[in-house]
């Protein structure tokens, strides 16, 4: 594996990618009839443009795993660090996709594949299940003839659908399925977060409706980990999703989810708890109600 890629740091990411590529393709071309094992680190979605990075790294990628699948006996593996950005309670599901030759398949391996694809994986799981691509069925789920406590492969055996973290051997702070709790945020981050919002919810102004006045925003973010994790320093933190609630007139509140990447929001959703539909009546004709507001105007003439 040529590790100078994996090293790279700076530059303009779609570069960086494009030089990864280039090296994998290189050491598939010169040892095309050789056993070969290459791991691609790739950090699109933080790059300043996110989207258009992202979007580059979908057609770099989907050229490079044609190639890869055409391949005589080629396992591929994709995964992520972290789920979805854009819905807190995807967060804690990571990606993980795989693409195995034929070779590698039979139909028990096939059937336990499909019936673990809606269970809850971990990275112990996918170690041994990479384990058990290279060494075969015996002790598939064994090390040196011990039976791994919360290492099992995906192929060889059906995990069970009520799957706790502890038999997952997963720590509680870090479950994702334990129920979440929330805090209001500190003065010093809602004096950053606050501008986002207010400038997210005046972008949906609808033209003759009332400007937004602006009484009031609580900001939330999940309540941090008591007593603290020992951790690598994550570019990626939990602490990064907010919960919010945008209080304008007429007692109308707005409810905000999403996710913060320096001083712009990745949205979940937007919506209105109050019933907007008080505001259909004058709403001018090919406007949201939702994001409207009756003028004074409007009041009295209706």
Request: proline share 4%; aromatic share 6%.
């Amino acid at each position: 594996c040529n590790g100078t890629s994996f090293c790279r740091r700076g530059g303009d990411i779609q570069e960086d990618l494009s030089l990864q590529i280039e090296d994998l393709r290189q050491l598939w071309s010169e040892h095309l009839n050789s056993p070969k094992f290459a791991i691609m680190h790739m950090v699109g979605s933080h790059s300043p443009n996110a989207a258009e990075s992202m979007a580059a790294y979908d057609n770099e990628l989907f050229t490079l795993i044609l190639e890869l699948i055409k391949s005589r006996n080629m396992n591929i593996i994709l995964a992520t660090d972290h789920g979805r950005l854009d819905d807190e309670n995807s967060f804690g599901f990571p990606l993980l996709a795989a693409i195995l030759s034929q070779h590698a398949l039979n139909d028990d391996r096939m059937e336990n594949l499909v019936f673990n694809s809606a269970r809850m994986v971990t990275v112990f799981d996918i170690h041994h299940t990479l384990r058990h691509l290279l060494l075969g069925d015996v002790g598939a789920e064994s090390r040196e003839a011990i039976k791994q406590e919360f290492a099992r492969s995906l192929m060889a055996s059906k995990i069970a659908k009520n799957r706790s973290c502890s038999s997952a051997g997963v720590a509680p702070e870090v479950c994702p399925c334990l129920t979440r709790s929330w805090e209001l945020v500190t003065h010093e981050k809602e004096l950053e977060i606050r501008p986002v919002l207010e400038k997210l919810l005046q972008a949906r102004e609808q033209p003759g409706c009332s400007a937004f006045t602006f009484n009031d925003i609580l900001i939330r973010a999940p309540k941090k980990e008591k007593p603290p994790t020992r951790r690598r320093n994550l570019r990626v933190k939990l602490e990064g999703f907010v919960n919010a609630e945008i209080h304008v007139q007429n007692n109308v509140i707005f409810q905000v989810r999403g996710y913060m990447m320096g001083k712009t929001i990745l949205l979940n959703s937007l919506k209105q708890t109050t019933p907007y539909r008080k505001f259909e009546d004058c709403t001018p004709e090919g406007a949201n109600a939702e994001f409207c507001i009756c003028t004074l105007n409007m009041t009295m003439n209706d």
